[in-house]
């Protein structure tokens, strides 16, 4: 009688341990499981960049790290899916953009216009249909002069192929550096389609002494 409780307890204590290690194995399955669906929800949200160059200075300096939203212009076609309802008369092109939209002096990084590989960063400046004019080291918007607090010298038309005035065509921004004469932008290339935007530069965060929240300005049209 004895015997056989001992052999019961050693069987119950051996099946105690493969029950622990059979948990302790989904513990860490399930584990890796979340990070990896929170690493790629995450990655699908937001992206690192380094800033390449002296484009957008004072602003931005050359190395900084940045952390870019790529939901920031998420267009969602709710005309698309209620024209479906019966009964419901709505505009099939309405999209719905619970993140508002690009704006004037958003920093975004997109697909360069010329085929390269590197993403650009540059600020919106002008906005579809608008008329953009450079005179005096000012950019003008519809006629009516845009202060920029972020610059530090004046805007020149850089541009090779473009006249001195530009009117953004539907569905694209017009983007400068703030370093205005040392940047390849919209005055050289045009405007950029709003599909070559990667996304909205949100803060820097490296290096720490230069971390930042990146805000869009307030802008004043005189």
Do not use: C
């Amino acid at each position: 009688m004895t015997q056989v409780t001992g052999e019961s307890e050693r069987w119950s204590t051996a099946e105690g341990r493969a029950v622990r290690r059979r948990s302790l194995a989904w513990d860490i399955a399930e584990t890796l499981l979340i990070a990896l669906v929170l690493f790629v929800a995450i990655r699908g949200v937001i992206l690192n960049y380094r800033v390449d160059g002296s484009s957008m200075e004072p602003t931005l300096h050359n190395g900084e790290m940045l952390i870019v939203n790529r939901r920031a212009y998420m267009g969602i076609p709710l005309g698309q899916w209620l024209a479906w309802v019966p009964g419901l008369s709505v505009d099939p092109t309405w999209t719905w953009y619970p993140f508002g939209q690009p704006r004037r002096g958003d920093i975004v990084v997109f697909h360069p216009p010329n085929g390269g590989s590197e993403p650009y960063v540059k600020r919106i400046i002008a906005l579809p249909g608008e008329h953009v004019e450079i005179r005096n080291g000012s950019v003008y918007i519809d006629g009516k002069r845009l202060v920029e607090p972020y610059l530090s010298e004046p805007t020149v038309w850089r541009g090779m192929t473009l006249d001195h005035e530009y009117v953004v065509e539907p569905g694209h921004v017009f983007v400068m550096g703030d370093n205005r004469n040392n940047s390849s932008d919209s005055r050289v290339f045009g405007a950029i389609p709003l599909s070559s935007i990667i996304g909205k530069a949100w803060l820097t965060y490296w290096p720490p002494e230069e971390a930042k929240i990146l805000t869009t300005p307030a802008y004043a049209l005189e």
